[in-house]
């Protein structure tokens, strides 16, 4: 009976000790697995920026996003560019790399693709710029930027009054699931034309709407009935399902 125990007690501790060398998340040749799209929110950015020397700081959006407002020191690589590849090869691979774009879409993939090309430690911006404006930090604008952030809140309310109902769709022109969602979006307002109205914001173009209003990632629909907020989603939504949640 004893045997047996001390049997027992030794596969036990057997075990035990795999399980913590497993928890150490060491690599099978013993060193530290590779920190890629590592996502962080805007205030974690902020202080890897200010604390992790030499860390390397890019935005993937296109240049005239980056014109319109970037963060302090960050070097513009447009991820849609075909020579995206090329630029970042040049890129010291031993360094941090902290990403970001509108709202994380390409930077997340801008971070996976650093990863193939041997980046090992690459962090990216949950929520993207549009996260970092709304928790109230610093963008710079580049030369020639008039700082317009577009749609003023009175506007915007202007355009959603009346009897009717109005679908806002916000938007933009790089955003896959936006490009995906807008041929449903309007055929839905052709087809109940009498009922409701569609209303495109574009997110690169209003960025101070989207700020006052909160909004922090897209594609993003509001309705409006009487000029009083009705309905909402966050993120692609199927046709049939936004039938079914609006009644329209």
Not at 178 to 193: G, I, T, Y
Request: charged residues 25%; hydrophobic residues 40%.
């Amino acid at each position: 009976m004893k045997a047996i125990f001390s049997a027992l007690l030794i596969v036990l501790m057997f075990n035990l000790a795999s399980c913590q060398n497993t928890g150490e998340n060491k690599s099978a040749n013993g060193s530290s697995p590779a920190m890629v799209n590592v996502k962080i929110p805007a205030d974690d950015f902020e202080k890897k920026l200010s604390t992790v020397p030499g860390a390397q700081l890019i935005d993937v959006r296109t240049p005239e996003e980056f014109q319109k407002g970037h963060l302090k020191n960050a070097v513009n690589i447009n991820y849609n560019a075909p020579d995206f590849d090329a630029r970042i090869a040049k890129l010291d691979k031993s360094k941090p790399m902290m990403v970001y774009c509108l709202s994380g879409g390409r930077s997340s993939k801008a971070a996976e693709k650093m990863g193939d090309m041997g980046f090992t430690e690459v962090y990216n911006m949950e929520g993207g710029i549009m996260k970092w404006q709304n928790a109230g930090k610093p963008v710079e604008n580049g030369e020639g930027s008039t700082g317009n952030t577009g749609m003023t809140p009175d506007d915007f309310a202007k355009m959603v009054a009346g009897s009717t109902y109005v679908l806002v769709d916000y938007n933009a022109k790089w955003c896959e699931p936006c490009k995906k969602m807008l041929p449903v979006l309007e055929k839905l307002s052709a087809e109940r034309k009498d009922k409701m109205t569609l209303l495109k914001i574009d997110a690169d173009e209003n960025k101070g709407l989207l700020a006052h209003k909160g909004i922090s990632a897209i594609p993003y629909l509001e309705l409006y009935k009487d000029g009083q907020l009705v309905w909402k989603h966050d993120g692609f939504i199927e046709a049939d399902q936004l039938l079914k949640e609006t009644k329209l």
